[in-house]
């Protein structure tokens, strides 16, 4: 099947060094968009990325999203929204990724400079945005240009939606994505996001689901100021003794919740499921050397890809308000907000996870007996996410990962968020596959992040003969 | 006795507009310690109090003090030494202050200049630094012209010590007053320190007695480095999980502390005691007043007094390396400091007390069943201080206290720690005294510090009188 893929990848190996380049221009723009200085670097990015699509014969929109809400007088950077064919005959593919990238300083501790693409012997090839998300979004572009060289038809229409504030969360792009689910992404008949990673460094996988993350503050407060500790301490109830025994009262050292009604909504695990597991290729060698440390809940591999996958976790994250600085300072805070997060999973309700967070903190709070007032909110909730993975859009790309990298792809699930996930599925009503071109050990968001030069150019194949199989795959 | 004190009194009053003035000098100077772009002023501060005492005719020495510990680049500001007098038939006393200063902007919320002393109707004189501690400084240096320009002989040799880094750990400050305990100050007969406040704003006091300190460090350690909550949540023990528990143990909302070993050490109350406190001028609505709030431990003014003053607190300050931000991060924090301090009292033990921390913080931790490390430490020590107050040092500052108020003065422990106290104890084998100028409401540290027309000139007077008592007193 998919006979055209023999010239396609030939044609791929004789482009990767200009595949190359292209990521080096790209890496070279600093587009940091959590540094307001930085913005006219995110905007000439989109601008690069409009222009490299324009000279591929796609028709391109730079799609103004306003002002940045926490910053008035920032215009948002644009959303780059694009189509390459129209022929009502083939399939549509929706796909997105981001230009923008975390912050990076050569000081920080990077080996290389962080915004020149450094390639070394072992095909490394180093530089802030190369697996996140740069590499992957350049692989659609790849995957035009190399089917043009080739003189292969283009199976499918490609509709393009890259933005450049995923860094920061996303300003703007939920509405947008609503907006245009009836639109502009109208007659997409799937979508495909490349904008995760392998479980490990050396197996494929396809993920088809996410948990959802419920973000609380817990507000303990008492005294109308910061107080002087050796003045009052003894004298006044103090809102940080209250909070961190409300906060050691919510999850134990194994991970365990502590709150009622959570593990109650938790889908049981199925037959099927149980077996899925002992197949994925991740081990806990792996794990530890990520972690950088011994000190995981388990032992072995299954109890933690479930307790990753498929489990709720709950992380405290910090305290607002409390002395938080290098050294002793001898305050009494005034006002305390402690921090912590629930991961979910299906088949919790956020309703009704809020509803047990808060009668949960509010009992414990009440045992203190405390004349500090309590105030316990979500900060943000957003829903997890699971896709069929027997859809054709993900069949598509299982037979596409064994054509390019000849192993069956892992199915997997991820412990993140990925919320725009969640919006283009309900936005246009359709299947959402996550197909990572990148591996575990990329560093995104990290000093010498990476992305394998193995990886980019069988990454721009696999995406291409993803587009191939979409066009054969039969609709059931 | 001390007949000369109406002349005296009269001759302050006749200058207060001149002592008004020099106070607005000195407060014009922004001396603040912490900023180091302020040396400059900080060295003329102290450049300005050298030269007032020179034209009164004290011998004055500006001592240098090396560099600063934490910026080895900037040179400490010198400590003002100086000596009014040295007739062998009179007594020596030993007087200490600073003239370094918080940090102030009026954007912090000051309703007026914050360096520039603005006297308002009601008497009230607004500026940085007015009570804390140039206020009580300068009340030296008034009662030496007063007498001067009164033609009345100075009744006691004066010695001087006057630093510029109190706000910032008095730096450098205890080598010197150990060194110099048996040069500069030699012949002191007796130490008087004025730094601290009133317990209201009404009826003076003396204070004999400080709580010590001991601040602690707990570090909770895993994971090399931070970690996304959505990858490693649910499959990593967390340091800050492990933290909240630990600080939860140590103290109640009602502040009992949780380790054993800590009441054990505490003096008990004796029946002498036990009569001592209905007299104080205190209220709980001035506490509630200064607190902002009614969130008290205890209802009643004899439970509260004791607790600051002669029980054991245990304060819980903040954590370090946690997320402390405003907004929302999903971090797994990689390691975690909790700070919390005790403040002690007699008869404890710094060492032993730092034993019955370090066992019981190891004992929780290790009941966690925690595969996170852990280290507890001591950051820095500061002893209790309890002097005699029947000493003819405070006898002489009570009469004092009866001729200027009218009232007899309060005897007050304080919750709080002066740490020179302590030192200039130790290095002089001398009895010390605070003596108090301010009130409570007078607002050191904070916006809008003040100190009252009245207790500024009264205040000259106490320090004056004091001193013609101090002449009179029997050894014994």
Redesign the interface.
């Given at each position: 099947m998919a006979p055209q893929l023999d010239g396609y990848f030939a044609e791929v190996d004789k482009l990767s060094d200009h595949f190359i380049d292209r990521l080096a221009k790209a890496v070279a723009i600093p587009s940091i968009s959590a540094d307001a200085s930085r913005r006219p670097d995110v905007v000439r990015m989109g601008e690069f990325l409009a222009a490299e699509l324009k000279n591929l014969g796609a028709s391109v929109e730079l799609r103004p999203l306003g002002k940045q809400p926490d910053k008035p007088e920032l215009d948002l950077p644009p959303v780059v929204l694009a189509r390459y064919g129209s022929d009502k005959s083939k399939r549509t593919i929706l796909v997105y990724g981001h230009y923008d990238v975390q912050p990076a300083e050569k000081s920080d501790g990077w080996a290389t400079e962080p915004f020149t693409l450094t390639v070394g012997e072992d095909g490394r090839m180093f530089g802030r945005g190369s697996t996140d998300d740069k590499g992957p979004v350049l692989g659609w572009l790849n995957a035009i240009e190399a089917h043009q060289k080739a003189g292969i038809d283009f199976p499918v229409n490609l509709l393009m939606c890259f933005e450049g504030m995923e860094e920061y969360g996303s300003e703007g792009l939920d509405a947008l994505i609503e907006q245009e689910g009836k639109g502009y992404f109208a007659d997409a008949d799937a979508v495909c996001i490349s904008d995760n990673y392998w479980l490990g460094t050396e197996k494929p996988c396809l993920t088809y689901g996410l948990?959802g993350?419920n973000?609380y503050s817990v507000e303990i407060a008492?005294?109308?100021?910061d107080?002087?500790?050796?003045?009052?301490?003894?004298?006044?109830?103090?809102p940080?003794?209250?909070l961190?025994?409300v906060?050691?009262?919510l999850?134990?050292?194994?991970?365990k919740i502590q709150i009622p009604g959570i593990y109650e909504q938790v889908a049981p695990v199925t037959s099927d499921e149980e077996g899925l597991y002992d197949g994925i290729a991740f081990t806990m060698e792996t794990?530890h050397e990520s972690?950088?440390?011994?000190?995981?809940?388990?032992e072995d591999k299954k109890p933690?890809l479930m307790?990753?996958w498929r489990?709720?976790?709950?992380?405290?994250?910090?305290?607002?308000g409390?002395?938080?600085?290098?050294?002793?300072?001898?305050?009494?805070?005034?006002k305390v907000i402690g921090?912590f997060?629930i991961?979910t999973v299906p088949d919790m309700d956020i309703d009704k996870t809020n509803e047990a967070v808060y009668s949960y903190v509010k009992e414990v709070f009440s045992k203190?007996?405390?004349?500090?007032s309590l105030n316990v909110f979500a900060?943000?909730c957003g829903k997890w996410w699971v896709a069929s993975p027997n859809h054709w859009n993900f069949r598509a790309a299982a037979k596409a990962t064994e054509r390019v990298w000849g192993v069956e792809p892992d199915f997997t699930r991820?412990?993140?968020?990925i919320p725009v996930t969640l919006t283009f599925e309900q936005a246009t009503g359709k299947n959402v596959l996550l197909l990572p071109m990148g591996s575990s050990t990329d560093g995104a968001?990290?000093i010498n992040e990476k992305l394998d030069k193995r990886n980019y150019i069988e990454g721009i194949k696999l995406l291409g003969s993803y587009l191939h199989y979409v066009a054969e795959e039969p609709q059931v």
């Open positions: 948990r993350c973000y008492g005294p109308g100021a107080l002087h500790s050796g003045v009052f301490g003894g004298t006044a109830q103090e940080m003794t209250d961190v025994r906060l050691g009262s999850v134990d050292t194994h991970g794990l972690l950088g440390s011994k000190t995981t809940i388990y933690t307790a990753r489990y709720p976790s709950l992380s405290v994250h910090g305290i607002e409390a002395y938080s600085a290098p050294g002793a300072k001898t305050v009494i805070p005034a921090k997060s991961r203190l007996n405390s004349k500090n900060q943000h991820e412990g993140g968020s968001h990290s």
